[in-house]
């Protein structure tokens, strides 16, 4: 069972930040927040995971709120190339393998 | 370094027969899990294997099998298709002793189609 919840659509304007949210109201302690992205017709792709500071990559920044109940990933510059669905889950680790993907976010960034 | 290969890409079968997907894991992983995903949701959890055997497993009827080889690489098979098993098959990787926060590694999956 999907532990969290995404809006199903966003867009944003190449050069712009992308800001995704994601609520996870159940989190329990032990979980992360994992990001994966993916490109049509590719694999998952992962972004970035975070247990309850924020992070950043060279892909992306993960803000969790104090209560980590939200987070919000961040494009910083969107690019046409950043256009794929974006799952937000919780997990205790995702080495267990056994990840519940929801519907996730379909980001589309137009020119 | 090679990532998670699959084959074939694509491949149609028809109804009542059975297929067999391959998967070769990311080098220096030993552990593999399989999804299933359907045209507009998410990945769904088929099974895990790890030591040559199947550790855990999704709501999946026993249609779906898998198999572990020594050199870590799996096969996913599915007998008796159905119209409903058309998917986008994807095989993911991941280490064992690694830090269990890692992620995984996914392929860009098999596209089945049932006829």
């Known amino acids: 069972d999907a532990k969290t919840t995404q809006p199903p659509s966003m867009d944003c304007a190449e050069g712009r930040a992308a800001n995704l949210p994601c609520n996870h109201s159940?989190?329990?302690?032990?979980?992360?927040v994992y990001w994966y992205r993916q490109i049509h017709s590719q694999g998952p792709q992962y972004i970035i995971h975070?247990?309850?500071n924020n992070e950043t990559n060279e892909m992306a920044s993960l803000i969790i709120t104090e209560d980590r109940k939200s987070s919000t990933l961040i494009l910083p510059h969107a690019t046409l190339r950043d256009t794929a669905v974006y799952y937000c889950?919780?997990?205790?680790?995702?080495?267990?393998?056994?990840?519940?993907f929801g519907r996730g976010t379909q980001l589309t960034v137009w020119p | 370094d090679a990532g998670v290969t699959q084959s074939p890409t694509h491949l149609i079968k028809t109804r009542g027969q059975q297929v067999t997907l391959r998967c070769s894991p990311k080098?220096?992983?030993?552990?593999v899990s399989w999804y299933q995903q359907a045209l507009g949701q998410g990945p769904q959890f088929i099974f895990q294997?790890?030591?040559?055997?199947?550790?855990q497993r999704g709501n999946f009827p026993d249609r779906f099998s898998g198999h572990q080889f020594p050199n870590y690489s799996s096969e996913l098979n599915v007998n008796a298709l159905l119209l409903g098993d058309s998917a986008l098959y994807l095989c993911?990787?991941?280490?064992?002793?690694?830090?269990?926060?890692?992620?995984?590694?996914f392929g860009n999956g098999t596209r089945l189609t049932v006829t």
């Open positions: 975070g247990l309850k």
């Open positions: 993911a990787s991941s280490l064992s002793s690694g830090e269990h926060n890692s992620p995984l590694h």
């Open positions: 159940t989190i329990s302690g032990n979980e992360y």
């Open positions: 889950i919780v997990d205790r680790g995702s080495t267990l393998g056994r990840l519940y």
């Open positions: 080098s220096g992983h030993d552990t």
């Open positions: 294997y790890y030591e040559e055997e199947e550790r």
